[in-house]
T-cell receptor, first 109, second 114 residues
Framework: RKEVEQDPGPFNVPEGATVAFNCTYS??????FFWYRQDCRKEPKLLMS???SGNEDGRFTAQLNRASQYISLLIRDSKLSDSATYLC??????????FGAGTRLFVKA | EAGVVQSPRYKIIEKKQPVAFWCNPI?????LYWYLQNLGQGPELLIR????????DSQLPKDRFSAERLKGVDSTLKIQPAELGDSAVYLC????????????FGPGTRLTVT
């Protein structure tokens, strides 16, 4: 089992839709989690950190479920510009960060 | 604030040739990472530096890959000799510290080995 797993998608949604991605992690000692966004042929860019209490940034909400060992990303009112690959990242409990393979999102007009 | 700088942006070499990539992290960031990213995959860690010390190089293929971070700032990643399977994007990232800190990526070097 991979340490960090994501559904590769693609998710095809219309503008204005709400879409959610999950990411599971295998190491119960993991402490820190992040969501990154990566556009085609570009570097990953930090989208948001994932806190135990959950956090929200505009249309984006991240949640952590330690009991089930997954993190989620919710995007409300999807925009065309949200089309990208979303990478989840977890640490292994020893400062080593592991990236998932990414979930591809296409938002259509 | 300047971001992570990498050069070159693109490199095409023949197999068995050497190649080197350079990275300048964000000022004040003590932790520097080198990743390899293949198409359709997430970045895979090659080596992590804390200042000038390589604290995790377990995923670095040491028979052909080497890295250094002299003076704890800039870093160089080298491959010698390159193989066809080394074609990928090599990403450098930096963070203020290990683990709980966000990482910021450079634009990457796209390597093609022919």
């Amino acid at each position: 089992r991979k340490e960090v797993e994501q559904d590769p998608g693609p998710f095809n949604v219309p503008e204005g839709a709400t879409v959610a991605f999950n990411c599971t992690y295998s190491n119960s000692a993991s402490q820190s989690f992040f969501w990154y966004r990566q556009d085609c042929r570009k570097e990953p860019k930090l989208l948001m950190s994932v806190y135990s209490s959950g956090n929200e940034d505009g249309r984006f909400t991240a949640q952590l479920n330690r009991a089930s060992q997954y993190i989620s990303l919710l995007i409300r009112d999807s925009k065309l510009s949200d089309s990208a690959t979303y990478l989840c990242v977890g640490d292994t409990g020893g400062f080593k960060t592991i990236f998932g393979a990414g979930t591809r999102l296409f938002v259509k007009a | 604030e300047a971001g992570v700088v990498q050069s070159p942006r693109y490199k095409i070499i023949e197999k068995k040739q050497p190649v080197a990539f350079w990275c300048n992290p964000i000022s004040g960031h003590n932790t520097l990472y080198w990743y390899l990213q293949n198409l359709g995959q997430g970045p895979e860690l090659l080596i992590r530096y804390e200042n000038e010390e390589a604290v995790d190089d377990s995923q670095l293929p040491k028979d052909r890959f080497s890295a250094e971070r002299l003076k704890g700032v800039d870093s160089t990643l080298k491959i010698q000799p390159a193989e066809l399977g080394d074609s990928a994007v090599y990403l450098c990232a930096s963070s203020k510290g290990q683990g709980l800190y966000e990482q910021y990526f450079g634009p990457g070097t796209r390597l093609t080995v022919t």
